[in-house]
Structure formats: structure tokens, C-alpha cells
């Protein structure tokens, strides 16, 4: 685009404080690919069986947890590609603190979510880079919070 430098746009370490948040989703789970993703990566019967469900504390279909932290990533990706500047300073994860399910997400469950940054430290080994710490939440249309994780995040320091 003429007369916009590409650079200016990006968002740095340096531009994140303390408090900033972003809102993502929504997105729905469909019956369908909850079964699918529980058949590929956690089978478990509550998670694919109404009747073997019914068996246990759930008491009907649970999603898998890992796929409604996938689904956290499904949302928050898009919504920071909707913005290429601040996508271009992030540079991955290196982990997650406190992810709890606090309950069952099941199918035609709608979700959406909040980011906060909670922490943010200069790397002392690699001054290309910063950590940040948020705090996510996940909520279903009740407004019932049904996850919250602290992801840590690599970005990318302004360059001198």
C-alpha cells in the first residue's frame, strides 16, 4: 500500500502493556466434530458415545478438552490475522500455565473468549525478543466460563 510502511504497522514487544485485550470467536461445536476430533485424539467413551456418556459424571457428550483449547486457538488466530501487524512480531509459545476446564463444553455449545496481558518480561538471554503472559477465558453462550489457561508467548523486540 502506498505511503504505509509495513514496519510501522507491526506490533512489538515494547507496544503490548500490562491490561491490553483482544475478544475472539465465536465459533459453535458441531456434534459432528467433536466425535471426530474425540475418534482422532482422545477417545475416550464419554467423548463419543451418548450412551457410554450418560455412564458418567458428564452425563451426556463432552467435548474433548484438548479440543476445546483448540478451538481457543482456532479463535484467537483468526482474530489476530485480521490485523497482519500483529501477527508479524509474534514468535510462537513456549508453554501454558494453569490451563483448567472448568466444564464440559458439549455439542452446539457457542464459544468466544478474552486475551489479557497479565505479565510481560524482556528475554535477559535474547534481546530480540520479549515473553508475554495472558490471560485467556473462554465462555460458552451462558456466559459460563468453561476454560482459562496463561499461554506464554514469544514477540519480537523493536529492532534498533
Aim: proline share 6%; net charge negative.
Amino acid at each position: 500500500m502506498e505511503g504505509i510502511d509495513v514496519r510501522d504497522e507491526t506490533v512489538y514487544f515494547e507496544d503490548i502493556a500490562l491490561g491490553d485485550s483482544i475478544s475472539f470467536g465465536p465459533i459453535t461445536l458441531s456434534r459432528e466434530d467433536s466425535i471426530a476430533f474425540a475418534a482422532e485424539y482422545d477417545s475416550q467413551p464419554f467423548h463419543l458415545s451418548d450412551e457410554a456418556a450418560a455412564k458418567t459424571h458428564f452425563g451426556s457428550l463432552s467435548a474433548s478438552g484438548w479440543h476445546t483449547t483448540a478451538l481457543f486457538m482456532k479463535m484467537f488466530v483468526a482474530e489476530i490475522q485480521k490485523n497482519p501487524g500483529q501477527q508479524a512480531a509474534s514468535l510462537g509459545a513456549i508453554g501454558v500455565d494453569e490451563l483448567r476446564w472448568l466444564r464440559p463444553v458439549r455439542p452446539g455449545d457457542t464459544l468466544r473468549g478474552s486475551s489479557e496481558v497479565v505479565e510481560k518480561t524482556p528475554s535477559r538471554s535474547r534481546p530480540e525478543m520479549g515473553i508475554v503472559r495472558n490471560k485467556v477465558t473462554l465462555l460458552n453462550q451462558n456466559d459460563e466460563r468453561v476454560l482459562t489457561m496463561i499461554p506464554i508467548t514469544m514477540w519480537r523486540t523493536r529492532p534498533q
